[in-house]
């Protein structure tokens, strides 16, 4: 048989990624306020089992131990990010010393080691007193954003010089106020536009303030982008797809990178938009230093007049595998297309695929092992999607698999593995190395692997 050896460019980072909430627990210790994650959780009936995140994996105390494993998986590159409420606990007012000690430690732990931390402002745990006064559906919000931005950028600026302003806005703004399925549970459009639209701001506020801090930093903000086509040849289906792609993907995309809000989308929402003041395109448009992508899957769509928010809906082919989870599609070509699209579409600015991973029924084996053939047999697809887009000249840099280990998967709360690395939740959260680790540990080592 012919093997081929897929070979990345010199310095490609391969990585792995996390979020505060998922990981971290110690919900409530050194001082740390409630997040709206928090109190989302502990509502009734917001997440599968009743779950919450107060203890998760217990990174808060093991920071030490899960640095270790990932020098041992050869990983050189770690994406996480940081819990704001730690650091103000109300929002405003003081920053509390003993939350910048956490991650002064753990950032330690990881340089010392090897590994290169990526650090995500804002992965979604929102503090809660700031809910309270309107979050981010208010434009204040965003001013809050940069003071904590400043805070945690300023003393971290000598060792951390890979800034990620915020996780996936889309996710935030459409599930957390729309759809009301993540924190802070809400379900009104009007006010999921206002949040999308103040993070952005806040994004394109905090570019200045992070510069100022950290010489030499590379900034970046984090956009989850699928592929959508339409289901069939229908006009309405074509419509629809067209509208899914506009207020998904290019929502975000187009301001972020000077078009401004896609036109049609603004007269669909028309008066649901929120204000947008002169001056606050140009802000959003500020320069960024590279693009994270968190790619997931394909979505097909159909035209369906009962949904009131994009008159769209998702339509799911059978015989496609897919992710155990929100029927996600497996369609690697899709994060090639991607970046092609994003290439044309923008420019080619250097991109980091910030996320990337399935989630599988992983069991622990009569071997002790977990073996997962299915997420090895999706990474290397996608990896190869990414070998693709290079050698045509797509300026991608570094890749993060979606997760380092199982985690609190938000409304799923632990019924969803996603690691790399099991997390024994029957014995004392021990992490063990799946079959997928060992294999992302061999491409880390070769920048590379091998194709039949
Ligand atoms: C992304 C989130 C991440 C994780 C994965 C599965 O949308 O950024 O925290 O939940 O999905």
Known sequence: MYTEFLSFPAGFAWGAATASYQIEGAANEDGKGKSIWDVFSHAEGTVADGENGDIACDHYHRYREDADLMRGLGIKHYRCSISWPRIFPEGRGAANRKGLDFYDR?????????????????????????????????????????????????????????????????????????????????????????????????????????????????????????????????????????????????????????KGYPEEMVSWYGGNMPEVKSGDLSVIAGATDFLGINYYTRRLVAGDPEDRHIGAKQVYRPHIKRAEFEEWEWYPEGLYKTLRDVKERYGNIPVYITENGTTCDDRISADGCIHDPDRVEFLRRHFAAVWQAIKEDCDVRGYFVWSLYDNFEWGFGFTKRFGVVYLDRENNLRRIVKDSGHFIADVCTNNGFSVD
């Open 106 to 258: 753990l950032f330690d732990a990881c340089l010392e080691r090897g590994i290169t931390p990526w650090v995500t402002l804002f992965h979604w745990d929102l503090p809660a007193a700031l809910q309270e006064a309107g979050g981010f559906a208010g434009r204040d919000c965003a001013g809050r954003f940069c003071e904590y931005a400043d805070t945690v950028t300023g003393f971290f600026a000598d060792r951390i010089k890979n800034w990620i302003t915020f996780n996936e806005p889309w996710v935030y703004s459409f599930c957390g106020h729309l759809y009301g399925v993540h924190a802070p549970g809400l379900k009104d459009l009007p006010s999921a536009l206002a949040a999308a639209h103040h993070i952005l701001l806040a994004h394109g506020e905090s570019l200045a303030v992070i510069r100022n801090n950290v010489p030499g930093a590379k900034i970046g903000i984090v956009n989850n982008l699928a592929w959508i086509e339409n289901a069939t040849n229908a006009p309405e289906d074509i419509e629809a797809a067209k509208r899914w792609d506009l207020a998904f993907n290019r929502w975000f995309m187009d301001p972020l990178f000077g």
